[in-house]
T-cell receptor, first 116, second 110 residues
């Protein structure tokens, strides 16, 4: 099936530093998402993004978080500055359309972020 | 989004057919029933979805009760590769965030 890629697979950084997580979505998809999963816990929605704008975000999407997709390149999640509680696996997803006509989301393999 | 209830875990043996139940008693008329599965260290994988009618694809058969208050994901001839956590999720049209619960851990024995 369609593939979503995420780079890097692992990232270790010191608390307070900036980190950018990269997602290469399915080529013709228009909607992009980030989810966060802490080890042993449920996956939780962070944000979705369409046409250069954040459409919806959860309370987990703190002010230190930002997303963008400049010029159709990677869809990125930037955290600046990072905190210890940001340690988690971050999953990117993309879909062709919105719900209602039931467009499924395709997920990447995740980026494991460790903040020391 | 309405809540779903699934058993914590189920066991099967390779080659068998397994029925994974999901209860969604408070489902709304505009909510689709989606199934995703996730194995450790990987992102969730779309399995199937439906609204009212039973659906089938290469991965599974989804049986939806006539009152839509429950559904069953049916996997035939399961293999070790089908071992995963299976999530039953309801999604409202126009609201595309996915709420993942704990799901059902499917264990497949050789």
């Amino acid at each position: 099936g369609p593939k979503v890629l995420q780079i890097p697979s692992h990232q270790i950084i010191d608390m307070g530093q900036m980190v950018t997580l990269n997602c290469d979505p399915v080529s013709n998809h228009l909607y992009f998402y980030w989810y966060k999963q802490i080890l042993g816990q449920q996956m939780e929605f962070l944000v979705n993004f369409y046409n250069g704008k954040v459409m919806e975000k959860s309370k987990l999407f703190k002010d230190q978080f930002s997303v963008e997709r400049p010029d159709g390149s990677y869809f990125t999640l930037k955290i600046q500055p990072t905190a210890l509680e940001d340690s988690a696996v971050y999953f990117c997803a993309s879909s062709l359309g919105l719900g209602g006509v039931s467009y499924e989301q395709y997920f990447g393999p995740g980026t494991r972020l460790t903040v020391l | 989004d309405a809540k779903t209830t699934q058993p914590d875990s189920m066991e099967s043996t390779e080659g068998e057919t397994v029925h994974l139940p999901c209860s969604h008693a408070t489902i709304s008329g505009n909510e689709y029933i989606y199934w995703y599965r996730q194995v450790p260290l990987q992102g969730p994988e779309y399995v199937t979805h439906g609204l009212q009618q039973n659906t089938t694809n290469s991965m599974a058969f989804l049986a939806i009760a006539s009152d839509r208050k429950s559904s069953t994901l049916i996997l035939t001839h399961v293999s070790l590769r089908d071992a995963a956590v299976y999530h039953c999720i309801l999604r409202v049209g126009g609201n595309n965030r996915i709420f993942f619960g704990d799901g059902t851990q499917l264990v497949v024995k050789p």
